[in-house]
């Protein structure tokens, strides 16, 4: 009791003005707070706001002033972070943090050297400072002063001992210099430090292939092969240096080594195996594939980046079936492969069936891809196939919104296969509108003149148009049995019945597997012509084929035509 009131006292005797500086200091400091707490919670700008508060009162205090400076800088406000920054040094000129901070205002405005001299100062004052020597090194370099680089590298390795970063960053120095002797030997110093790194004899393999010091490459490699035979690495790049130098017998040598070997990298295996089937198609090529092929089935038979070289192969070698089913085994193992996946699908799309098992593999693909608008277009043009219209609808308008007009040629394909999936979902104004769209910016495209002239035959209405459009496509395509079908079914609507019978017969000749729709068709010209008995055979021969119509047994039970 008795020191509070003690307290209480001599609180009372403060002078005025010291009493009202405490208090204005609190204040500061209150508002320092919340700027700090806004700052962790990222709101910079109520931080900024706060801390400018606090500015206000204590304005020449460091720590105030450095985070001021911190929060210009994120916003790439460089000079104004460089007054702040600079008035945070000025209270205190040995804070690491303060002068760190600077640091970065100068490299952000392109003023490394400055950048640098604060970071050799910061190092020549304690040991701790140290791990800085990348920074500063990274500095050098952008300022093109490449023996302060070096010299910094060379402290750097000093500080935290050989490390491949290091070394290339130096090799890559000396060669900007022509010292090319300096960056073998930096390259020799890392294959000491670690023996058997096949990476870093590779590194220095390639400085020395691309210098042209082929021998002193393969010299290397031999001399590793020595010591660390297992290294099918070093092998393959034996193999690509005696290729170069046309040396065949000892490189094809080297690859079947290399291939034997359980422990090469599937994707690396696959590459070298992909570079060969580049290669111009000969005897001796076929042989060497022949026999690397069955080194890889025998090591490598569930590696996904082999099974897809091998589909590759059988692809090139026009066996697409095989080439599917490799592709198919690939994806199994790993889905996330876009180039195969689309190889499988448009395969699987050419083959003209089994859409089912295509909607697998679109599904799968807008899973793992979904940021792909051709996968999306290839889901909804199976699910169009399936009679699945409105899902249809909703992979093709994904594809169209991802694709943002971007793919011209995709986007007119989209726009098509829209007008199918509505006409499909019972929308046929919707439909005849997309129809429209495409014909605006492609007035030959093949696929909407068909459906088009097909689906406005069906409705009975505007049949002028459809007859212009499925003569433009007959004209063009004579025996396309499709495009036949469609003119016929338009002249009959027309009730032009000798020239629907015509078309018809051409469409039945040049299809190797005409539908029930199209034998139904025929029926139904030859019964409108008269030969009712001739309508009645090729209904029945209809019955039980594809997209015939919801009357075909009527027509068949009653022997008559029905609409």
Do not use: C
């Amino acid at each position: 009791m008795m020191l509070i009131t003690l307290s209480a006292f001599s609180q009372q005797k403060l002078p005025k003005k010291e009493r009202k500086k405490q208090l204005e200091e609190a204040k500061a400091s209150r508002f320092f707070i919340e700027g700090q707490r806004f700052l962790m919670q990222e709101d910079f700008d109520r931080a900024y706001f706060y801390f400018q508060k606090a500015r206000e009162i204590t304005p020449n205090e460091g720590a105030i002033n450095f985070k001021i400076a911190e929060i210009l800088l994120r916003a790439n406000r460089i000079d104004n972070a460089m007054e702040y920054g600079m008035k945070a040094v000025e209270s205190n000129p040995e804070n690491k943090y303060y002068n760190l901070v600077m640091a970065e205002a100068f490299t952000k405005q392109n003023e490394p050297l400055k950048a640098a001299e604060i970071l050799e100062n910061l190092m020549a004052n304690t040991e701790e400072n140290q791990n800085y020597i990348l920074d500063l090194a990274s500095l050098y370099l952008q300022a093109g002063e490449f023996d302060k680089g070096l010299d910094a590298l060379d402290r750097a390795e000093e500080y935290y001992g050989m490390a491949e970063q290091l070394t290339v960053q130096k090799q890559r120095i000396y060669l900007r210099k022509n010292d090319l002797k300096s960056a073998i030997k930096e390259g020799e110093k890392l294959i000491d430090s670690q023996p058997g790194n096949s990476q870093y004899v590779l590194n220095l393999v390639e400085i020395l292939f691309n210098n042209g010091r082929t021998d002193q490459a393969i010299a290397l490699i031999q001399k590793s092969l020595n010591n660390y035979p297992q290294q099918p690495e070093l092998q393959l790049a034996a193999y690509a240096l005696y290729k170069e130098k046309s040396e065949i017998d000892i490189a094809e040598e080297l690859i079947k080594e290399a291939f034997s070997n359980p422990d090469l990298d599937g994707e690396i295996v696959a590459q070298a195996f992909a570079d060969i089937l580049q290669e111009v198609k000969t005897d001796r090529r076929d042989r060497l594939l022949d026999e690397l092929e069955n080194k890889m089935l025998l090591n490598l038979p569930n590696d996904p980046n082999v099974l897809t070289v091998l589909g590759d192969r059988k692809f090139f070698g026009n066996d697409r079936e095989k080439a599917i089913e490799l592709y198919k085994k690939s994806i199994e193992i790993d889905p996330a492969n876009a180039p195969v996946l689309q190889g499988i699908i448009t395969s699987m799309f050419e083959k003209g069936k089994d859409f089912d098992q295509i909607e697998k593999y679109t599904i799968l693909a807008v899973d793992e891809f979904p940021e792909k608008a051709e996968f999306w277009f290839f889901d909804g043009t199976a699910k169009l196939a399936l009679k699945k219209g409105d899902e249809a609808l909703a992979s093709l308008l994904k594809s169209r919104e991802i694709n943002g007009g971007k793919n011209k040629q995709l986007d007119l394909l989209a726009k098509g296969q829209l007008g199918d999936a509505f006409h499909l979902s019972g929308k046929k104004d919707e439909a005849f509108d997309a129809y429209e769209a495409v014909l605006k910016e492609n007035p030959e495209d093949e696929h909407v003149l068909n459906n088009y002239a097909y689906y406005l035959s069906l409705e009975k209405k505007n049949l002028d148009k459809a007859k212009s459009m499925s003569s433009q496509l007959v004209n063009k395509f004579p025996k396309n049995a499709t495009y036949l079908d469609t003119h016929a079914w338009v002249l009959f609507q027309l009730k032009d019945y000798e020239g629907a019978k015509k078309y018809m017969e051409l469409a039945l000749e040049h299809d190797e597997s005409p539908s029930g729709v199209m034998w139904e068709h025929y029926g139904d010209i030859l019964y409108h012509l008269g030969n009712r008995n001739d309508a009645l055979s090729y209904w029945k021969k209809a019955e039980g084929g594809d997209e015939t119509s919801e009357v075909l047994i009527k027509k068949i039970k009653d022997r008559k035509y029905y609409d």
